[in-house]
């Protein structure tokens, strides 16, 4: 129901624009996500936006460098990186559905793998 896409491989200080499909359903009226997980360690909260996109939320190590976005028309979630870093590297979910923006999240999607060379 959710599908992540748009990552790959780009160098330190360079961008990338993920982007999360939404099918089967709407998620028009929910709070969405995005997460990661690097190598060996615990998913993480990246960024998240209400269901009017009025009002974000980031975590601090991405603060200023991501931006989250919504397209309820398209039923797309975007998360535009940019100033990529090393440590930005990891598997990139999206969700959907959560009381708070910070979650829990009810429904989870496939990630999409962005690494970061130095």
């Known amino acids: 129901q959710l599908q992540a896409s748009g990552g790959g491989l780009v160098q330190a200080g360079g961008s990338l624009r993920l982007s999360c499909a939404a099918s089967?359903?709407?998620?028009?009226?929910?709070?969405m996500g995005w997460f990661r997980q690097a190598p060996g360690k615990e998913r993480k909260f990246v960024a998240a936006?209400?269901?009017?996109?009025?009002?974000?939320n980031y975590a601090d190590s991405v603060k200023g460098r991501f931006t989250i976005s919504r397209d309820n028309a398209k039923n797309m979630v975007y998360l535009q990186m940019d100033s990529l870093k090393p440590e930005d590297t990891a598997v990139y979910s999206c969700?959907?559905?959560?009381?708070?923006?910070?979650?829990?999240?009810?429904?989870w999607g496939q990630g999409t793998q962005v690494t970061v060379s130095s």
């Open positions: 969700a959907a559905g959560a009381p708070l923006l910070r979650g829990p999240y009810a429904y």
């Open positions: 089967g359903r709407t998620f028009s009226n929910s709070r």
């Open positions: 936006i209400t269901a009017s996109g009025s009002s974000t």
